[in-house]
């Protein structure tokens, strides 16, 4: 049904206006929409002309100007309650100080909330690609030195054709609690079926380098000793890695191909 697979597109479309910039607008949602519908082999002309799928979609922009005035709104009544305490303190009333104290943190909380979802990938839960932008790169660059891991799923596209997108899903929900699970990492998904792996070190020697890869290796072994079911059928979801170290200043694209290099190797290696 093509309503079911609209309905996917339009979550996974407003997931990532979301993520992108805060100043998402629905022109660049239906931009996303777009690109969406080619990924997943949708008809965009069918989608938009079929009256019960124009309804998901519309449903789904709401969604997301709900979601930019919530950010907006937030950012307002932040600066309202700062004007507020500064003024409190110039009259030296310690019951408005007060209340406007609290008002300020009620705010960092629902701020923090907010920055909280713009960095957080709503299907796994790790790190989203905005997060990485903003928060570990500068101008595309590494604010600190460490090593970088790619995971990616083998054969991942056979385990949504045969089970279908919710088993897929699944699958990369339990990958990154497995990923999170290792501690002491910071996991972004960075695609549809990899995720990246960051072990922030100002010590770049291969003993590090070693203590990453041992605990993929360590969870590579895992899941190859235990397979996943459906339906009553069984399959892995095994994943080939790359590990390189990154220093402060280096350029994302140019760890991200060393990383990609030996992550292939290991994949060849693999088979």
């Given amino acids: ?13 407003l997931k990532t206006a979301i993520k992108s910039e805060i100043t ?18 949708v008809d965009i002309e069918e989608a938009c002309n079929n009256a019960l799928t124009q309804k998901i979609i519309d449903k789904s922009i709401i969604k997301l100007d709900s979601f930019i005035k919530d950010v907006r709104d ?3 009544q932040f600066q309202d309650s700062t004007k507020k305490a500064e003024k409190a303190i110039i009259n030296q009333d310690l019951s408005a100080l007060k209340s406007s ?17 713009l960095y957080t990938d709503s299907l796994t839960g ?66 549809g079926d990899e995720f990246i792996v960051l072990l ?10 070693k203590i990453l ?21 069984n399959f892995h979801a095994l994943f080939s890695f790359g590990v390189s170290k990154f220093e402060k200043g280096d350029k994302f694209e140019y760890i991200l191909e060393r990383v990609d290099e030996a992550m292939y190797k290991n994949k060849k290696e693999e088979k």
């Fill in 1 to 13: 049904m093509i309503e079911k697979k609209v309905e996917r597109i339009a979550d996974i479309s």
């Fill in 24 to 41: 998402t607008t629905p022109k660049i949602y239906t931009k996303i929409f777009e690109e969406v519908c080619k990924t997943e082999g």
């Fill in 74 to 76: 937030g950012i307002i």
């Fill in 101 to 117: 104290q609290e008002e300020v943190k009620k705010l960092q909380e629902k701020l923090k909330k907010l920055e909280q979802e």
């Fill in 126 to 191: 790790v790190y989203n690609r905005k997060w990485l932008d903003e928060k570990v790169l500068n101008n595309s660059k590494f604010i600190d030195s460490g090593f970088m891991a790619i995971v990616d799923l083998d054969k991942f596209k056979d385990i949504n054709d045969n089970f279908g997108h919710a088993v897929g899903d699944k699958v990369l929900q339990i990958i990154a609690s497995k990923l999170l699970y290792l501690g002491k990492l910071e996991i972004i998904r960075y695609g």
């Fill in 200 to 209: 922030k070190s100002e010590i770049l020697t291969k003993y590090i380098e």
């Fill in 213 to 233: 890869t041992d605990k993929l290796v360590k969870l590579l072994g895992e899941l190859k000793g235990k397979a996943f079911s459906h339906q009553h059928k």
